[in-house]
């Protein structure tokens, strides 16, 4: 198959997107244990930021490494203007590598697409115990935040008045809680990091444990330190989740609720109840070695700048023939 050099530098981009992903996300499975457990050790909110990070580092390494490495090395060692014969297997790859991205993008535009559908089901905008809610006509419970950069509650009708004062207000320092921990935006860039192989499953345990410590970090962010408001936040919990014995409202990825399946119920209410958490006790040398082994490989990839582009571009010849 020939190709042009316009097409054979994509072609060449999407393979080695696609193989660099590969390789970092089964690194990441390999290192995901011992990830978690330093995350265990961890304040709910670093622990979730830290996870967030190794969760879309795959995506995110590959894409520099393609920009910084793979397209530079192209560029300054290929001769312009000149067709070429490429392989099967090249083509291959990169039409994975294509496939990788587009499901990014379709399921970050589904996502979009049923939040947005979703609130338009909100028929009014209401104001309640000083928050400007609004809410969504259903029989089920939903309390939750919508939105990216200019986030709104939203409230199920049947809950609006269902909560206390003091509960709703706890309830809405949760979800504010969110809108400060950038929850939603973490979610969209979880959403729009391409997966290892199409149509694979990801990092569910990695993902469930990052809600985990998001919603932890959300309910320390709202309770401040505050026994009394730890216990009234508790009730609202529990409140939501039996109300009418009905589970809570379904809602869209790129919502943050109140109440989550991906984090257990029981969990939180006692942790709220015990609010005297353990001290943070990262293992420094451990979160020292990964960091000076990462900073050590890029400082020795720039060092050895044009050896490393002209070796790549070599490697890159081979398989692409």
């Not at 609006?160 to 309830?171: N, Y």
């Not at 979610?187 to 919603?215: D, H, N, W, Y």
């Not at 257990?264 to 209410?269: A, F, G, I, T």
């Amino acid at each position: 198959m020939i190709a042009s050099y316009g097409a054979r530098l994509l072609l060449l981009s999407l393979a080695s997107y696609f193989l660099a992903n590969l390789a970092l996300t089964l690194v990441l499975r390999l290192v995901l244990p011992f990830l978690l457990r330093v995350a265990e050790s961890m304040r709910a909110s670093r622990a979730s930021w830290f996870l967030f990070w190794a969760r879309i580092a795959p995506a995110t390494l590959s894409l520099l490494f393609v920009l910084a490495f793979c397209v530079p090395s192209y560029l300054w060692l290929e001769p312009g203007s000149v067709a070429e014969r490429t392989t099967v297997a090249g083509v291959l790859v990169a039409c994975f590598g294509l496939a990788l991205l587009l499901g990014a993008f379709a399921r970050t535009a589904t996502a979009l697409w049923r939040s947005r559908k979703y609130l338009q089901t909100a028929h009014t905008c209401s104001a309640h115990a000083n928050e400007s809610v609004l809410v969504i006509p259903s029989t089920k419970p939903l309390f939750a935040l919508a939105g990216l950069f200019r986030a709104r509650l939203v409230v199920s009708s049947d809950l609006l008045h269902s909560l206390s004062p003091e509960q709703f207000e706890m309830a809405a320092r949760h979800e504010r809680a969110h809108q400060a921990g950038y929850d939603n935006i973490k979610k969209l860039a979880t959403i729009l990091s391409p997966l290892a192989l199409p149509f694979s499953q990801g990092f569910v345990t990695l993902e469930r444990q990052t809600a985990k410590f998001t919603e932890w970090a959300a309910d320390d962010r709202a309770i401040a330190g505050d026994p009394e408001k730890a216990v009234i936040l508790a009730d609202a919990l529990v409140r939501v989740a039996r109300m009418n014995g009905v589970r809570s409202l379904s809602a869209p990825e790129l919502i943050s609720t109140l109440v989550s399946e991906a984090c257990s119920l029981d969990d939180r209410v006692l942790r709220l109840l015990n609010i005297r958490q353990p001290a943070e006790n990262v293992r420094s040398y451990r979160i020292a070695f990964l960091a000076a082994a990462v900073i050590s490989a890029v400082l020795a990839l720039w060092i050895g700048l044009p050896a490393t582009l002209s070796g790549l571009h070599v490697a890159l010849e081979h398989f692409f023939g």
